[in-house]
């Protein structure tokens, strides 16, 4: 365990930096279980909006530091080719 003040300190930061990314992280995926959930059931109107609302925690998982851009990017991309492949009536690549 830490013995001077500034190590005492920084492990009291280190859990609260950790609570928050945990919550962040907890916030992301159960999105994209939600959409993944969604396309599976094949519910076109609950579709839309579970995509938005995906996208919007992924770029804000980015501002938070969770996510890299690029992950992010590569994601929309693929759950974007999943509901556009859905709602058109194609196969997704």
């Known amino acids: 365990m830490a ?9 009291r930061q280190t ?8 919550a962040n992280r907890t916030k992301f995926r159960s999105s994209l279980r939600a959409l993944r959930e969604a396309l599976t059931a094949g519910d076109k109107k609950n579709i839309a909006t579970a995509y938005s609302a ?7 998982s980015v ?7 690029n992950t992010a990017s ?8 999943r509901v556009k ?6 196969t997704a690549a």
Do not use: F, I, M, P
């Open 85 to 90: 492949a859905l709602v058109t009536g194609k």
């Open 15 to 22: 859990e609260t930096k950790t609570a928050a990314n945990r």
């Open 74 to 81: 590569r994601y929309k991309a693929r759950l974007n080719a």
């Open 54 to 60: 995906t996208v919007s925690v992924l770029d804000k």
């Open 63 to 69: 501002q938070k530091g969770v996510l890299h851009k």
């Open 3 to 11: 013995n001077h003040v500034s190590s005492l300190k920084r492990a």
